[in-house]
């Protein structure tokens, strides 16, 4: 399971992705990268589930559309198909149900935009920009919790148009991290850590598509993955007198 968050800020579309490859036992067995550039089309386009069909569907997309788009028209038709027709490919993987996530560059609108496609159910369709942004997996109420103590919860804090992808971003993976998650036959059905590896950082714009990794974690091949315990600040549970006389003190030292 790949943890995929996208904002579409005013002048480009954010996604990141983390980098953490394993078998059906939850161990760790690679790094690889799991959003795929598609420059043809100013997009970049990331998968939930059967990682092996990402980078033959960003191949496939960059073949057949024109520009971005040329995909959205169509992409909500073609995606179903696509994958009544992948379905047997997919066998072999531990996961056959699939989420596709795709953030790019709208010349029509002029600005960022993207969608999501969901297999599982009914084959969903939605474009981001009714969404503003994504966060699989969300944050649960324990991460919620944390992050709202380190000034960094989404929707409190920072918005799609305000998120910065290091101050935001990584606290948010950080928290996705943290997260133990049932995977369908993977780990005896028992909740693991999926996310890991590293960060990494893919930006749109009018003027192309960028990538750099921002963050490392110190995960193993052959081991599970084991995040950091969160950190309280030291300012929790303070009144916000309390908090300003440290911030003082901070200043002054």
């Known amino acids: 399971m790949t943890a995929i968050n996208v904002f579409l800020r005013r002048d480009r579309a954010i996604m990141m992705t983390d980098a953490t490859v394993y078998p059906r036992n939850g161990e760790v067995i690679g790094m690889g990268t799991k959003a795929f550039p598609m420059p043809k089309i ?22 057949i559309y024109d520009d971005f788009d040329h995909m959205a028209a169509k992409a909500a038709r073609d995606l179903a198909l696509w ?6 490919s997919l066998a072999h993987e531990v996961q056959q149900d699939i989420q596709i996530v795709v953030a790019g560059w709208s010349e029509r609108l002029r600005r960022p935009a993207g969608f999501w496609y969901d297999s599982s159910g009914d084959g969903d369709f939605a474009h981001m920009d009714d969404l503003d942004d994504v966060q699989a997996p969300a944050p649960d109420e324990i991460e919620e919790a944390r992050l709202r103590s380190i000034g960094c919860e989404p929707g409190v804090h920072f918005t799609a148009a305000t998120f910065d992808p290091v101050k935001h971003g990584v606290p948010l993976m950080e928290a ?21 590896g590293h960060i990494l950082l893919s930006e749109v714009s009018r003027t192309g598509i960028s990538q750099r990794v921002i963050h490392q974690w110190p995960d193993e091949p052959g081991e599970l993955i084991r995040p950091a315990e969160f950190q309280q600040p030291a300012s ?3 009144s ?3 908090r300003r006389a440290m911030e003082r003190q901070k200043r002054f030292a």
């Open 83 to 88: 994958h009544e027709e992948a379905v047997v």
């Open 176 to 196: 996705q991290r943290r997260m133990k998650i049932v995977i369908p036959d993977i780990a005896g059905n028992q909740p693991i850590h999926l996310v890991g």
């Open 42 to 63: 100013s997009a970049v386009l990331a998968v939930r589930g059967a990682q092996r069909a990402a980078m033959d569907l960003a191949f496939k997309m960059s073949m």
């Open 240 to 242: 916000r007198q309390q």
């Open 236 to 238: 929790a549970g303070m």
